[in-house]
């Protein structure tokens, strides 16, 4: 049985002792990282958790690293009819997942939606946090600049961090020349 208050309480230093190039920053950073994820992955079902766990390679009780299974192994393990039906929970675990750190603001989402693709530019529309009006950046090949015509209704702040991601992920789409029609980044804010 999964028991997230104990996991949550364990010593965070235990994994440090004896470990020379330990750092305390990033020992502290991982802990509370740590605790962020624990109680979306406690809140998920038995077979969920099971194949999350094992897929990405840890013990889902004490969260020490284990062995990655493959899909088709966690299929048969679960009694699941195919690995594409264990692929399928394993993903839409990590969106339940992710979903609950949103709402409890831990992340950050951006929505991206390509609105035109011209020899001139390319125009994607951004909304912040699936909420509100979207913005608006336009990418012109000939110069190579990014331009925010209109900011979305959550991204008011002075830094504008949703259009600087969303900057970042348009950036990365035309380098790998996938300017794919729909996107979404999460990110820690």
Not at 130 to 141: A, F, L, R
């Amino acid at each position: 049985m999964f028991d997230a208050e104990k996991t949550m309480n364990q010593d965070p230093l235990l994994t440090a002792r004896g470990n020379p190039e330990w750092e305390p920053e990033n020992s502290l950073l991982q802990s509370e990282q740590s605790s962020m994820v624990i109680p979306p992955f406690a809140a998920l079902s038995n077979v969920n958790r099971d194949i999350v766990s094992l897929h990405l390679g840890f013990c889902e009780n004490c969260f020490r690293p284990a062995e990655k299974q493959t899909f088709q192994a966690l299929a048969l393990r679960n009694k699941r009819r195919s690995a594409q039906a264990a692929e399928n929970i394993y993903y839409r675990s990590l969106n339940q997942m992710r979903d609950t750190l949103v709402e409890r603001d831990f992340l950050h989402t951006v929505q991206l939606n390509r609105l035109k693709k011209t020899k001139a530019a390319v125009v994607y529309a951004y909304q912040a946090d699936n909420d509100g009006e979207w913005g608006e950046i336009v990418y012109d090949w000939k110069t190579e600049k990014f331009t925010v015509t209109k900011l979305a209704e959550l991204d008011l702040t002075k830094s504008q961090p949703f259009a600087k991601q969303a900057i970042r992920r348009i950036r990365y789409l035309i380098l790998r020349e996938d300017l794919r029609k729909k996107d979404q980044i999460w990110f820690p804010l």
